[in-house]
């Protein structure tokens, strides 16, 4: 069965309190970035760990090594369980990242292609091949790969073999559910659930084709 993630990219808190109520019983975890964090500030993350499920930081960590290891351990003294990073930065920046997550039991997920059209401009032509290899030297917990190209997660997969492979795209972007379903660890989905008319309506209905 596959995981759904549900990305909280709301600006109120209120409102992200209100989504998670409706929505908690149907996802496997929470993934949060800057919109909310810096809306209601880290703080977030307590209101957000009483619905008991795993958070994930996606701050896409990209900084030198001593920077990056300063937020991610801001990030997992707050509660979260996992955080993202890019690679792009040098393999000494992503093994702060994976060093520290593991050294609070936590997970850390490495960006190797974004799912807008836009990161075909930089992604492509080996380079999301490269990061996942980052990925695997570092010993990170997975990587992102886009579900608007199917492709491209069976190409990535090759390369990280069992990792997890969480992927964003689906509903508002164009990724298929029924195409990615299968073929990744967890679909990634935001704007598709939180903007539906009736969230919880919306969530069931992803739920059910993750879990069948």
């Given at each position: 069965?596959?995981?759904?993630?549900?990305?909280?990219?709301?600006?109120?808190?209120?409102?992200?309190?209100?989504?998670?109520?409706?929505?908690?019983?149907?996802?496997?975890?929470?993934?949060?970035?800057?919109?909310?964090?810096?809306?209601?500030?880290?703080?977030?993350?307590?209101?957000?760990?009483?619905?008991?499920?795993?958070?994930?930081?996606?701050?896409?960590?990209?900084?030198?090594?001593?920077?990056?290891?300063?937020?991610?351990?801001?990030?997992?003294?707050?509660?979260?369980?996992?955080?993202?990073?890019?690679?792009?930065?040098?393999?000494?920046?992503?093994?702060?990242?994976?060093?520290?997550?593991?050294?609070?039991?936590?997970?850390?997920?490495?960006?190797?292609?974004?799912?807008?059209?836009?990161?075909t401009e930089f992604f492509h032509g080996g380079v999301a091949e490269r990061l996942a290899q980052v990925a695997l030297a570092c010993r990170?917990?997975?990587?992102?790969?886009?579900?608007?190209?199917?492709?491209?997660?069976?190409?990535?997969?090759?390369?990280?073999?069992?990792?997890?492979?969480?992927?964003?795209?689906?509903?508002?972007?164009?990724?298929?559910?029924?195409?990615?379903?299968?073929?990744?660890?967890?679909?990634?989905?935001?704007?598709?659930?939180?903007?539906?008319?009736?969230?919880?309506?919306?969530?069931?209905?992803?739920?059910?084709?993750?879990?069948?």
């Amino acid at each position: 069965m596959t995981k759904l993630i549900l990305a909280l990219d709301v600006l109120d808190k209120d409102r992200a309190i209100k989504i998670c109520n409706s929505c908690a019983p149907y996802i496997d975890a929470i993934k949060i970035g800057y919109p909310l964090v810096l809306s209601a500030g880290l703080g977030i993350a307590r209101d957000l760990l009483k619905f008991k499920l795993p958070l994930i930081a996606d701050f896409k960590v990209a900084d030198i090594p001593n920077t990056n290891q300063l937020i991610a351990e801001q990030v997992f003294s707050a509660g979260f369980s996992a955080i993202i990073c890019h690679a792009f930065t040098g393999r000494d920046a992503v093994q702060v990242c994976v060093d520290s997550a593991h050294l609070h039991d936590g997970e850390c997920f490495v960006v190797a292609e974004m799912s807008h059209p836009g990161a075909t401009e930089f992604f492509h032509g080996g380079v999301a091949e490269r990061l996942a290899q980052v990925a695997l030297a570092c010993r990170a917990d997975g990587i992102i790969v886009p579900a608007t190209r199917p492709e491209r997660v069976k190409k990535l997969r090759s390369i990280i073999g069992e990792k997890k492979i969480y992927a964003p795209g689906v509903g508002t972007q164009g990724g298929d559910l029924r195409t990615i379903v299968g073929i990744v660890d967890g679909i990634i989905v935001g704007r598709a659930i939180y903007e539906a008319d009736n969230p919880a309506t919306a969530v069931k209905e992803y739920h059910r084709s993750c879990k069948t």
